[in-house]
């Protein structure tokens, strides 16, 4: 089965830090781009950041950036979201997603086509 497992979120406090980690099975992760998504209660699915198969293209969501690092190691087929300086929008349900493609400009969902189950990131006081 192709599979991905999302995990590492948890609660904590905003300026906290969470490194979010993303476990493929089935395939090899190495052959896809991953994107990674959230989503908080009632708002629509975000795309936060994106890596290309290789590890060296990588795309941050501004809203994010500077704070969210992505990064790869397709020999443990897992990839990460190094997450800091956390604030209370950040908090949400966080996916991983495999696709066959990256993008410089987009991280949509429709360019990928397999999902995690997501992990709940919530940050709070």
């Known amino acids: 089965q192709l599979q991905l497992v999302e995990s590492g979120g948890g609660l904590v406090q905003p300026g906290g830090s969470l490194r979010l980690a993303c476990v493929a099975s089935g395939f090899s992760l190495g052959d896809y781009a991953i994107g990674w998504f959230r989503q908080a209660p009632g708002k629509e699915r975000e795309g936060i950041s994106s890596i290309g198969y290789r590890g060296v293209q990588v795309n941050v969501a501004g809203s994010v950036k500077g704070r969210f690092t992505i990064s790869r190691d397709n020999a443990k087929n897992t990839v990460y979201l190094q997450m800091n300086s956390l604030k209370p929008e950040d908090s949400g349900v966080y996916y991983c997603?495999?696709?066959?493609?990256?993008?410089?400009?987009?991280?949509?969902?429709?360019?990928?086509?397999?999902w995690g189950q997501g992990t709940q990131v919530t940050v709070s006081s």
């Open positions: 997603a495999a696709g066959p493609y990256y993008s410089d400009f987009d991280i949509k969902e429709a360019m990928y086509d397999y």
